[in-house]
């Protein structure tokens, strides 16, 4: 019970939580109109509880676009170029992902009314655009291939292992030199 209270606690604990039980949801509602376990009614209660999940982690983030930018204004003080522009560029990104997405948590409140498919596609376009996140995919991405060619699922020379194993290294050690890098929760 001290680890629920723990991580309630926090908002980006808050915000995993909400996380678990709005993908749940998810695939609940899914799963049962897939295999027609259930009635309509039922299905849309579940897919209620979704959306509201989703708005509420909507709300949780509500107004950090405005730390995004910031944050962006700050790294223009870096002295290496091409950090300076990878930074700003994806601190950039995620404050228009998060301006994006509060658009979306208005219009799902019924403030606004929009056109929610097109806001949401230009939401997940500033969200891909984020450095950190795309660092640590590659990271994993690499690191997954190891063991995959350990298994023999994939063949990889021992020369792609060692040059996948030091890329994945790099990226892992990265974000202790440059902060900037650190994955962190939106």
Known sequence: MEIIVSINNQTSGRDKIARLIQY???ALWYFIQQ???SDTKNIEKI???EHVFSTFRKLLRFGRFIESFYGASKTLKTSDQL???TCTLSKLAFGMYLFCDH???LEKTGL???QSQKWSSMSSRYWIDHKDIIV???KNLFDLMLPMSSLGYVRLSPGTVGLLGAFS?????LPLIRPLFKLRQP
């Open 169 to 173: 290294s790099i990226l892992g050690i």
């Open 103 to 105: 658009v979306i948590c």
């Open 112 to 114: 606004m009314e929009i």
């Open 47 to 49: 897919k209620r509880l």
């Open 83 to 85: 950090l300076k522009f």
């Open 136 to 138: 640590d995919t590659f």
């Open 35 to 37: 295999n027609r376990l």
């Open 24 to 26: 749940s949801s998810k």
